[in-house]
């Protein structure tokens, strides 16, 4: 069964002070595109740029935002860049989740003195609005965690960036609501610890495999929060099946674990579901037997069922309210990064009502793409 593990304990201190995910850093073959893409079919503002034109020789970042949610996208742009090897080897994906911190010289040898496999000792980038202090560790995979101050920082996002300012049409995102990692068969445990030893977080809920099997195939999952509850990161590890798992299956197309979907919070999931389908986003869909089954297993909800199956949206319940949530299909051309849409009404759980209908449809998916 998922189990709450923290319902009853009393409030810990903080063992690592984060602010926030400051942002999500992807790495991509062609940052302009995956902008454009990003700007036109997501909503997002392009705020920030740093190519060659501002005297970043070796790569290109662009940045973007929408509400509280900031991704930064880069691409090296010659051959020979350190990061060439892994996009060559990964695709397109995510790369670094940033966290804003108080003290970016106290996290890094606060993590690394935790056992944290140090990647960047810490650093300051200067330009005539200020400095930035950061430092970066790793997680699972090739996956980093930058921590970032700009307290001494006038602009908007770090020295050398150049303001822009192409407004998007929002679609009503407004942070990141969770981060899911998929590890390795057996890693997940390894993972769990390294976020609570290392980053002061602690499980929120963990679900076996039999809450998230399906005829062919499991996962195990447990997911953990940070000091101030809003940094979630559950974490995945496939689990004995008869057939293929959506986490085997990505395990193998990245090369090896990653993050594989990004929560993204809303306040109006029908708005922004319905824009990011006109826009051309493709959602996973559940059979119309869910919806029947629906007003039974979640009682009343505000919002009108045939418009949520319409939209292909799923619903559920846990002690504290409900939740709406929705995913896409993979963004990426390798079946690895999706994204979730999710809107909470009171819950702050993660949908576990839905999960057998969800793999079920992501079953299918595989079987068309034959990894099943
Ligand atoms: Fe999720």
Redesign the pocket.
Known sequence: MGTYLNDESPPMADTFPIRRVDHVRFLVGNAKQAAYYYHKVFGFDIVGYHGLETGLKHEVDWLLEQGNTRFLFTAPSRPGHPLADQLRLSGDGVMDVAFEVDDVDWAFNAAVERGAKPAKEPWTLRDSRGEVRLAAIHTYGETLHTFVNRDKFSGKFLPGFEDRDVRGHSVGIEEV??V?GNVELGHMNVWVKFYEQVLGFTQLISFDDKDISTEYTALMSKVMANGNGRVKF?INEPAEGKKKSQIDEYLEFYGGAGVQ?I?LLTHDIIRTVTELRDRGIEFLRVPATYYEALPQRVGQIDEAISELQDLGILVDRDEEGYLL?I?TKPVTDRPTLFY?I?ERKGAKS??KGNFKALFEAIEREQALRGTL
């Open positions: 609501d969770h899911v559950p979907h929560a949530q995913f979730e999710i993660f949908g």
